[in-house]
């Protein structure tokens, strides 16, 4: 039990995980409680699959970059789903009309909504997660894994299982730095340095700065983790992936 | 104070507000406490503008068609941003190259989870919220109303206020019909009447078919409420808008 800002106050991403089982009673309250999360004019346009057999997690794993977290014991993967929907509307006189982008948005956002809401139902009873964003790096590999048919694309996946480590808080820019009143307010070069600076007084950074040679925090995102050339390769693939499924023209 | 799942099991979205004044101090505190949620890399990929003055709201109702909850006393617009990150790549010798539509997709998510942990936090602060869907049918409006820079795009609105309603629960698909082991198991004619027919016994839906005089409520969806033609057509607008701020060649 605990209100949702203690759960929030407390929490961090976790990527190793103990042999402790999550249960399936356990797992199917908190994704019947999760669906309870407002979703557009209610149709649920999202599929989860809760992957807990250990030769689909293999599969799945290069489709991740092998990296730790995708060790989990469970891996669920959110996906936007009109399949189920159109199927619906098809078996009951209606002509779905669903294979554009914009339609894809919505089930997107439902599918986000969902996975962050059970994401703080699951810290909240012990469990850890942690966000694999390589989903939408190799969104084909995962479906083809995943047997996902045409008008669905797997959004987000959370790593799950009970927490074998206990990370530190990770830190956040301040409130003013990303909040604006009315209207936006765009940064001056004094705003950024005011929001940013702290950063570089961490030890952690100061280390990471060290080993990789760098003389920035920055350079370290676009040199190293979120290069230009990453980021075009993989939205390359990932367009042709939602025209693949359907939702681009 | 409640638990992540009893704010769920009673939540409802809230279209008509009371006249109470939402006070800063605490809605500061929420959004601080959100700000905790994952995070692609810890980059924050998001801004979020408060809306309180009356005039600026004025200009954004339209474009969320002045349906009623825009009439929110607050209009929390959650934007996928790239703009202040990028800055600060720039002041920092280094050069981000995030002009891409896997970044865009990143911030995306990031944004959709960070207003998702919000509206649970408001709500179990009493608050009542509304998902405005309108956000993605007409971003470039919003964004022109807002002041959003280039690498800025709105994603998500949710109206903010006190209940000045109850409506009841909103009903939702069984579990079985959008949880998957293992793998997806695709639907057959069988499965989908399973799930959904439950629908067709529901009073205000039977009530939906005879204003509407339609034969199947999947018709109302198809028909009327998420068409072919607006669906192509916001599609069009949103690609063009996702285009302009510089997320897609």
Not at 208 to 213: E, G, P, Q, W
Request: with cysteine; net charge negative.
């Amino acid at each position: 039990m605990g209100s949702v800002k203690s759960v929030l106050d407390k929490r961090c991403t976790i990527r190793k995980y103990s042999n402790q089982v999550v249960a399936d009673d356990l797992l199917n309250d908190l994704l019947e409680s999760a669906a309870r999360t407002s979703t557009c004019g209610n149709m649920q346009l999202y599929s989860v699959v809760v992957t807990r057999d250990a030769s689909v997690r293999e599969q799945l794993a290069p489709s991740h970059f092998n990296q730790p977290a995708s060790q989990a014991p469970v891996l669920v993967t959110f996906c936007a789903d009109y399949n189920r929907f159109n199927k619906w509307c098809l078996q009951n006189k209606a002509v779905p009309g669903y294979d554009n982008f914009e339609s894809f948005m919505s089930a997107l956002v439902d599918t986000v909504a969902l996975a962050q809401t059970f994401s703080l139902l699951a810290e909240e009873n012990g469990l850890g997660i942690c966000y694999l964003g390589t989903t939408t790096y190799n969104p084909k590999e995962i479906a083809q894994t995943l047997k996902l048919p045409k008008m669905v694309v797997p959004v987000v996946t959370l790593s799950l299982g009970y927490p074998d480590e206990q990370p530190a808080l990770t830190d956040r820019i301040p409130l003013k730095g990303w909040v604006h009143s009315d209207v936006y307010h765009d940064y001056t070069e004094q705003d950024i340095d005011d929001i940013y600076s702290y950063k570089n007084d961490i030890p952690e950074n100061k280390e990471f700065l060290k080993i990789n040679n760098k003389e920035t925090l920055a350079q370290i995102f676009t040199d190293i983790r979120y290069t230009k050339k990453d980021g075009d390769f993989f939205s390359e693939k990932l367009i042709a992936f939602i025209k693949e499924q359907g939702f681009l023209k």
